[in-house]
């Protein structure tokens, strides 16, 4: 089977780079194909063109400002392909585009990150079943390690300086280096990043992707091989998830929530709706809910070995038993009705 992934641009720092090497190593693991689009490098219909892929799995937002694609998906679908279309609770803002892919029968399944509770005006409001396949950690490089003493720490954290995080770092984040050992690793945290940042947006735009490669190589922080080391070996992994302008939370899991158990980290991350149906509170995470309950906790198990290893034995396990990108590689396959 062939499978085509569409990204703008996957040689970035962000999430989309981990995505996308997450879903490449499943498939290939189950005997498929898997490409992506890379539309800021590639002609997208051209692409589509020259794989003719299986299953196409692509963002409402993007399509919504390239409908000349259309036509193209109008063949794959002739031809018997499977569409996963992603979308979020911002799916008002595209609902042209979704009406005109409803009018064509040109989706096979709406997804996304959200819990379903979330995305229920989404069904009401297109007649349409959504289907929440989250984020997941890569078993190829997320799984147990021995700890390393170059990477102990009371506290880590692995992210980005995102502007719109700036306020629940400044409530959650950096109070605890006051009094604990802290460890944050991730790009936009330094000046020389910005740097690259810039020079790697400059590449982007005037197509010099070489140039864009190259400064984004340079802001990877932590190496995936290291990253797992420093989640095994800090007594506290801090998830914080992505958060609107106005400080309220845009609600969905992050690869972070996976990644750490994966790893063999213990967790202590904020509240996101549905969490709770991927790792169980206070047994396999600990999911404090106000601001004083995220300090108490964090002390509570920094002294408290035994149950944060126990905590985390379990998370582990449920992390690599249910929450891989092979995982969600099959279930894709799974509602497509395609061999596994």
């Known amino acids: 089977m062939k499978i085509l992934y569409y990204t703008t641009y ?20 189950l005997g498929h194909e898997f490409y992506t689009t890379e539309s800021e490098r590639c002609d997208l219909n051209k692409k589509i063109a020259e794989i003719l892929p299986d299953i196409f799995i ?3 937002q993007e399509i919504a400002v390239k409908e000349n694609v259309i036509p193209a998906i109008k063949d794959l679908r002739v031809r018997g392909a499977k569409t996963f279309v992603f979308v979020d609770t911002s799916f008002r803002d595209y609902m042209d585009c979704i009406r005109t892919l409803e009018s ?7 997804y996304g990150y959200y819990a379903e509770e979330l995305m229920k005006d989404f069904q009401n409001e297109t007649g349409r079943q ?39 770092f400044k409530k959650l984040l950096f109070p605890l280096a006051k009094k604990y050992n802290l ?6 945290w330094t000046l020389e990043d910005k740097v690259l940042r810039m020079l790697s947006g400059a590449g982007r ?25 420093v989640y095994s070996s ?19 899991s992050n690869e972070r929530e996976f990644k750490i158990p994966a790893c063999g980290g213990f967790q202590i991350s904020d509240y996101v709706t549905g969490i709770e149906k991927l790792f169980v509170p206070g047994k396999e995470i600990v999911v404090p809910e106000t601001d004083s309950e995220w300090f108490d906790a964090i002390d509570y198990y920094i002294h408290n070995e035994e149950k944060r290893k126990e ?17 969600r590689a099959k279930e894709i396959m799974r509602l497509a009705g395609l061999a596994g």
């Not at 064509?104 to 709406?110: D, E, G, I, K, M």
């Not at 140039?211 to 080391?229: H, M, V």
């Not at 800090?234 to 309220?248: A, F, L, M, V």
Request: proline content about 6%; some cysteine.
């Open 10 to 29: 996957d040689g970035g720092v962000g999430a989309d780079r981990w995505i996308t090497t997450g879903y490449k190593n499943a498939f290939a693991e």
């Open 58 to 60: 692509f963002p409402i």
């Open 104 to 110: 064509h029968n040109l989706v096979n399944f709406y």
């Open 130 to 168: 959504y289907y929440q396949i989250p984020l997941a950690a890569n078993s190829k490089i997320h799984f147990p390690v021995s700890p390393d003493k170059d990477y102990e720490s009371d506290i880590v954290f692995i992210g980005g300086r995102l502007p719109d995080k700036e306020i629940i």
């Open 183 to 188: 460890k944050i690793y991730g790009p936009n």
């Open 205 to 229: 735009m005037s197509g010099m992707f070489s140039l864009a490669d190259w400064a984004n190589e340079k802001r990877i922080t932590i190496s995936p091989e290291d990253e797992r080391k």
């Open 234 to 252: 800090s007594k506290i992994c801090i998830n914080i998830h992505e958060y609107n302008p106005d400080g309220s939370s845009k609600n969905f």
């Open 311 to 327: 905590i985390q034995e379990n998370g582990t396990k449920r992390a690599l038993g249910e929450h891989t990108y092979l995982h």
